[in-house]
């Protein structure tokens, strides 16, 4: 049967979501989070599994809500398999809830969407308990300001200028329906929130840092449609540090998340 995971990671110190071919578990002396994983759910079936996740992270991005599944070689019986998983798996990972998914569920084909967020501490002095979970940018920065610098990407585009090369797709075009700057409760921290159709490799952390370096250089809205419009990585700006970024949610057709049952645990 095929079951469904959310889970949320702190990326810190991942080699990112991916499993090397080299090694299940490690790249370079860092676990994936992909790796550790499956190790997990491999020792509960005692056998291999492979997971598929919504979409792959980088080394030090964090996820708030991925999802992932799998196909369960046998019946779980009485395994509790949340509170197991969690049990074999470090701290730094947690599985949130799990489900019986219907065979057509697959989280990264049936995906309609995802959020993601950019944390900011910006102060001249440092967040040192924060400093592995948001970026820290030392010049103040202007919410107004950085809002207005990104209305050019919301709507239907083609974001080749914010792909980071390496992964290849059928399309470059995506829409994006939300492209929001706003201030925290949290003392000095700012936040960026996008929601799209979907996101090209490195494409929020390439469109963050582009507009950080439009705004302490002068530049307009006019700059960034310019830097759009050029569907050239070449014309984008500063990839912004992988520390800050949040993958927050995924959207799944109703239809398809009605048929999935709850495992409790």
Not at 174 to 196: C, D, H, Q, V, Y
Request: with cysteine; net charge neutral; charged share 25%.
């Amino acid at each position: 049967m095929r079951i469904k995971l959310l889970i949320s990671y702190d990326g810190t110190e991942f080699a990112g979501w991916q499993r090397q071919p080299e090694d299940a578990v490690s790249v370079a002396g860092r676990s994936t989070v992909q790796g550790t994983l499956e190790a997990a759910i491999s020792k509960i079936f005692n056998q291999q599994v492979r997971v598929v996740a919504s979409g792959r992270t980088d080394a030090g991005v964090h996820a708030e809500a991925q999802v992932v599944h799998f196909d369960a070689p046998r019946e779980l019986g009485e395994t509790h398999l949340v509170r197991a998983l969690n049990k074999l798996t470090p701290n730094s990972i947690a599985i949130l809830k799990a489900w019986v998914a219907p065979d057509e569920f697959h989280s990264l084909f049936s995906a309609e969407g995802k959020t993601y967020r950019y944390v900011i501490h910006n102060s001249p002095i440092p967040d040192a308990i924060g400093a592995r979970f948001s970026a820290h940018i030392e010049k103040p920065l202007d919410i107004n300001r950085l809002n207005g610098l990104a209305e050019p990407i919301l709507g239907k585009h083609d974001f080749k200028s914010f792909q980071t090369s390496g992964t290849e797709v059928k399309t470059t075009v995506r829409t994006i329906s939300e492209a929001n700057w706003r201030r925290l409760e949290a003392p000095n921290k700012i936040e960026f929130r996008i929601t799209g159709t979907g996101f090209l490799k490195q494409m929020v952390r390439n469109i963050v840092g582009t507009l950080i370096y439009l705004h302490q250089n002068e530049g307009t809205p006019a700059d960034m449609k310019q830097i759009l419009e050029a569907l050239d990585r070449r014309q984008a700006k500063n990839t912004a540090a992988p520390e800050g970024l949040y993958l927050h949610s995924v959207y799944y057709p109703h239809e398809l998340d009605n048929q999935c049952r709850e495992l409790y645990n």
